[in-house]
């Protein structure tokens, strides 16, 4: 699998940044193509935990090249903040970290509307991460925005004007106090000299990398049922975060992407406000959230919970065109005497297997469950599928064929070392001299 795409296939948080980690070893360089500091990516680096908001997870691997694509919004305080407790944990970054010139800023006015429509909208609102994320995509599609590359030199400075004013009279009229226009620029200006080592044309270099036969490894943030244009709208955030953002997020064409890994939890998590058919607000889903940790990376909300939904994820593996898909998670489920799958929805009179589009129809679904019983023992650990109790085998399997998708990997920890990789469930575009990289490394060698 050179070029590989991870995309989350639920709400978010399914356990990309463990997944993207594990990976490294058979990658030469990680590349972000959406979203902004909006996502919290967590992973265990040796005694360490790190979580990742905005820089690829890949970064704590030193041979690593890393890529802030010009489809991301890009807040240079918040980067900063990264590099530094990076720097902190003796990661060094210099020479192999590089922020697309397209990117669009995100200013700190971006934030302070976020949060003023937050507010405004009351009982409707979003539950956004209150990262300025939606402000400052609206304002790349109006064509106000301002882009990384023109902060250097300060080209931009006219364009900054008139996008401060915009955004003061939203602010104004939001009851916010507008932002200082000079101020802005100055900040501008020493954003400009801190990055300008680290600007480039991303797509340029993404593509002379492949050409030169480097493998590229795509770290999606968010999920695919919070794209913009394929999930719950409009309790979705301001991107695609499907595999599609990959080309427009970053400039490298769909005939140079080899193949998709989808992340799936075991069980189905979400934070913010939004349907969710298969919640649990019961004491199964309290258990869910404590067991499984379930407090948001970025924000410190508690995660709604609930059973594993494959309704959900069959949509997310049509729409992603997923290969294998990391199941992640399942020691969570290690207690549970029986444990459900969503098979289908029931709305009114009718049964489907596909995911509705309005909200009102995704309110309405009832969803069909199956039941299987639980295997009641500690799967954390297991290296081997065989070696999984037969019931936890049975969940796998059930779910591959729910989803129609092979699962090539099973985690039961957040550890990298406990992971199961089934060589041949999907992961063949992963050549085998890359796939035994990865398992020497999860094994310490
Ligand atoms: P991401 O946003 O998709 O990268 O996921 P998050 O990092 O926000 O949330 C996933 C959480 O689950 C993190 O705290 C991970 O350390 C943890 N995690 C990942 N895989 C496993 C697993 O297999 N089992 C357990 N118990 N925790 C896991
Ligand atoms: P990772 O990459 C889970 C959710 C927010 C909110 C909605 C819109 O860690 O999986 P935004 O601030 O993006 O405008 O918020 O999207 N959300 C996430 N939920 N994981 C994430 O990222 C998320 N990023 C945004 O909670 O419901
Ligand atoms: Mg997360």
Same mark, same amino acid.
């Given at each position: 699998?050179?070029?590989?795409?991870?995309?989350?296939?639920?709400?978010?948080?399914?356990?990309?940044?463990?997944? %993207?980690?594990?990976?490294?070893?058979?990658?030469?360089?990680?590349?972000?193509?959406?979203?902004?500091?909006?996502?919290?990516?967590?992973?265990?680096?040796?005694?360490?935990?790190?979580?990742?908001?905005?820089?690829?997870?890949?970064?704590?691997?030193?041979?690593?090249?890393?890529?802030?694509?010009?489809?991301?919004?890009?807040?240079?305080?918040?980067?900063?903040?990264?590099?530094?407790?990076?720097?902190?944990?003796?990661?060094?970054?210099?020479?192999?970290?590089?922020?697309?010139?397209?990117?669009? &800023?995100?200013?700190?006015?971006?934030?302070?509307?976020?949060?003023?429509?937050?507010?405004?909208?009351?009982?409707?609102?979003?539950?956004?991460?209150?990262?300025?994320?939606?402000?400052?995509?609206?304002?790349?599609?109006?064509?106000?925005?301002?882009?990384?590359?023109?902060?250097?030199?300060?080209?931009?400075?006219?364009?900054?004007?008139?996008?401060?004013?915009?955004?003061?009279?939203?602010?104004?009229?939001?009851?916010?106090?507008?932002?200082?226009?000079?101020?802005?620029?100055?900040?501008?200006?020493?954003?400009?000299?801190?990055?300008?080592?680290?600007?480039?044309?991303?797509?340029?270099?993404?593509?002379?990398?492949?050409?030169?036969?480097?493998?590229?490894?795509?770290?999606?943030?968010?999920?695919?049922? &919070?794209?913009?244009?394929?999930?719950?709208?409009?309790?979705?955030?301001?991107?695609?975060?499907?595999?599609?953002?990959?080309?427009?997020?970053?400039?490298?064409?769909?005939?140079?992407?080899?193949? %998709?890994?989808?992340?799936?939890?075991?069980?189905?998590?979400?934070?913010?406000?939004?349907?969710?058919?298969?919640?649990?607000?019961?004491?199964?889903?309290?258990?869910?959230?404590?067991?499984?940790?379930?407090?948001?990376?970025?924000?410190?909300?508690?995660?709604?919970?609930?059973?594993?939904?494959?309704?959900?994820?069959?949509?997310?593996?049509?729409?992603?065109?997923?290969?294998?898909?990391?199941?992640?998670?399942?020691?969570?489920?290690?207690?549970?005497?029986?444990?459900?799958?969503?098979?289908?929805?029931?709305?009114?009179?009718?049964?489907?297997?596909?995911?509705?589009?309005?909200?009102?129809?995704?309110?309405?679904?009832?969803?069909?469950?199956?039941?299987?019983?639980?295997?009641?023992?500690?799967?954390?650990?297991?290296?081997?599928?065989?070696?999984?109790?037969?019931?936890?085998?049975?969940?796998?399997? &059930?779910?591959?064929?729910?989803?129609?998708?092979?699962?090539?990997?099973?985690?039961?920890?957040?550890?990298?070392?406990?992971?199961?990789?089934?060589?041949?469930?999907?992961?063949?575009?992963?050549?085998?001299?890359?796939?035994?990289?990865?398992?020497?490394?999860?094994?310490?060698?």
């Amino acid at each position: 699998m050179a070029n590989t795409v991870i995309i989350g296939m639920q709400w978010g948080d399914e356990g990309k940044g463990k997944i %993207v980690d594990l990976l490294c070893p058979a990658f030469d360089a990680v590349a972000r193509y959406q979203g902004g500091n909006n996502a919290g990516h967590t992973v265990r680096f040796g005694d360490s935990h790190f979580a990742l908001h905005f820089i690829p997870s890949g970064v704590l691997h030193p041979q690593m090249r890393c890529v802030l694509g010009n489809g991301m919004v890009f807040n240079p305080d918040a980067f900063f903040e990264e590099l530094e407790g990076l720097a902190g944990h003796g990661i060094d970054w210099t020479g192999r970290l590089f922020v697309s010139d397209r990117a669009h &800023l995100l200013l700190p006015a971006h934030i302070e509307l976020d949060g003023a429509r937050e507010r405004a909208r009351g009982a409707d609102r979003i539950g956004t991460t209150a990262r300025g994320i939606g402000p400052a995509y609206e304002t790349k599609i109006s064509r106000f925005g301002v882009r990384v590359g023109e902060i250097i030199g300060g080209s931009g400075d006219s364009r900054l004007d008139a996008l401060v004013r915009r955004l003061g009279d939203e602010l104004a009229q939001l009851d916010a106090s507008r932002p200082d226009a000079d101020a802005l620029t100055a900040l501008c200006r020493g954003w400009g000299a801190r990055l300008e080592p680290m600007v480039r044309d991303t797509a340029q270099l993404l593509n002379g990398w492949i050409d030169d036969g480097l493998a590229v490894l795509f770290e999606g943030a968010q999920g695919t049922l &919070l794209d913009v244009d394929h999930g719950t709208y409009p309790y979705v955030t301001s991107s695609n975060s499907t595999a599609g953002g990959v080309c427009t997020g970053t400039g490298v064409p769909p005939k140079r992407l080899s193949g %998709v890994l989808g992340i799936l939890k075991a069980y189905t998590t979400r934070v913010g406000r939004g349907p969710f058919p298969a919640e649990l607000t019961d004491e199964r889903g309290d258990f869910l959230r404590e067991r499984g940790n379930e407090f948001g990376t970025t924000t410190g909300r508690p995660r709604r919970c609930g059973w594993l939904d494959t309704v959900v994820a069959r949509y997310s593996q049509m729409i992603n065109g997923v290969d294998s898909i990391a199941l992640t998670k399942l020691d969570v489920l290690d207690t549970f005497e029986e444990i459900k799958i969503c098979t289908a929805y029931r709305i009114g009179d009718r049964e489907t297997t596909e995911f509705p589009s309005t909200l009102e129809e995704i309110a309405a679904a009832e969803p069909q469950y199956e039941t299987v019983p639980g295997w009641k023992a500690p799967t954390d650990g297991i290296l081997e599928f065989d070696d999984l109790p037969a019931e936890a085998r049975d969940y796998v399997r &059930l779910a591959e064929e729910l989803v129609g998708a092979p699962i090539g990997l099973v985690s039961t920890s957040p550890r990298r070392e406990e992971t199961i990789v089934r060589t041949g469930a999907g992961l063949e575009p992963l050549t085998s001299d890359r796939l035994d990289r990865v398992i020497a490394r999860r094994d310490g060698e």
